[in-house]
């Protein structure tokens, strides 16, 4: 029995992120028959803070941030996860990303487990010089709860290369000077100058349009003349959607959080780059498309669905309204189990975003390791290191789903709570 089919035998309430991964995970553990006291454990998170910290404006006045970090398990490795800059976040927001991160570092096979946290505020809303004060003053309120070995950070929503590195400075700068180098791999994800990875940028991209390359070439689908749209144009939106136009696909429909826009006989990935650069963040206005309601943003005509921005986007509300065969989720639990079941029984395959954007935290573990051993990769290593493991990743999660007659995402849980399991069971439970 799939995961999808489990659920149907409840009804699902309309439910948060939280809500959603929690009823992934009590479905999938059933699949598993993973020991009930390993599934206790699983199923709440190791440490959370909440953290409130004061920042000067660039006016003088003070003004009181939130900070988030939650850990939920480290049995396979140090936590590992991102961190989001977003006035949406919340306490239960950060938990599900942090379990979804738990499962994904698992599935990819690193020597890490799952963390997530962030900030809540628009950082559109303040300068450059106010959000790194705002980003060194978090760093330091966080202290001794991050590190190289402990619980190592990176971009995500409305963060990127500059914000880990005022991080790992803020962080070196409290060790003694003799240490300091020891720890810049406390987060991933800086820029080049400063012991970044190249090709870091678009790892998380890369890797979803592998995973949709690899699954084409599966069905026996060409990609060339594919049609596709992408919901987000950020780093992840955009190379995924790079990669696929290289391959010989259109994209016709992009949304991001301003405008939605289409054009049927295709949208140039580079053009709307340079356009969106030029035209404060967003792609409202793009001269060589028409715009498109929000709501019938969705229903455009084409082959592929990129989710690449927020979770909980596709819903039972709109699932219906899906042209595409194929979804693959670039964002961190886009889809909600209600919707999931309806495209499921539409024929809509669904590559899990725990196996569809590993690409990125795959790339953190190269850069983690290139600091921690003192090498320099270059890019067509990397490049190359991030296909061959991609690919014997997807290529596990096909044969447990054709073997056990799952749908992906249930393989990909299936074998990544499976990993944690095992940890378990050989180390044993203290005391």
Known sequence: MT?????????????????????????????????????????VTNNELIIHFPVRMDNGEVEIFKGYRVQHNNALGPYKGGLRYHPT??????????????????????????????????????????????TRRFTYALGENIG?????????????????????????STKAPSE????????????????????????TGFGVFLTIKYWAKNKNVDLKGKTFIVQGFGNVGYWAAHFLELEGAKMVGVQDAFASIGNSQGLSVENLLEYIKNNQGSVQGFPDATAVAKEDFFALDCDIFIPAALGNQITKDNANDIKAFLIAEGANGPTTVEAE???LEKGVTVIPDILCNSGGVI???????????????????????????????????LKTAENKEFDLRSAA?????????????QRGIFP
């Open 3 to 43: 995961l999808t089919k489990e659920l149907k035998k409840k009804k699902q309430p309309k439910q948060g992120m939280l809500a959603n991964v929690m009823k992934q995970f009590d479905t999938a553990a059933s699949l598993v028959n993973l020991n009930p006291n390993i599934k206790k454990i699983l199923e």
């Open 89 to 134: 976040i919340d306490i239960d927001s950060v938990k599900a990303l942090a379990m979804w991160m738990t499962w994904k570092t698992s599935l990819a096979g690193l020597p890490y487990g799952g963390a997530k946290g962030g900030i809540q505020m628009d950082p559109k809303k303040y300068s450059n010089a106010e959000l790194e004060r705002i």
């Open 148 to 172: 190289p070995e402990h619980d190592i950070p990176a971009p995500d929503v409305n963060t990127n290369a500059q914000t880990m590195a005022w991080i790992a400075d803020t962080y070196m």
């Open 180 to 203: 300091r180098s020891k720890n810049q791999h406390v987060v991933t994800g800086k820029p080049v100058g400063s012991g970044g990875l190249e090709g870091r940028d678009r790892a």
């Open 341 to 343: 079941k309806i495209l």
């Open 363 to 397: 790339g953190s573990y190269f850069e983690w390791l290139q600091n921690r051993n003192g090498e320099l990769w270059e890019l067509d290593e990397i490049l190359m290191k991030l296909d061959k493991k991609i690919k014997e990743v997807f290529n596990r999660v």
């Open 413 to 425: 849980y299936f074998l990544a709570i499976e990993r944690i399991e095992k940890a378990y069971v």
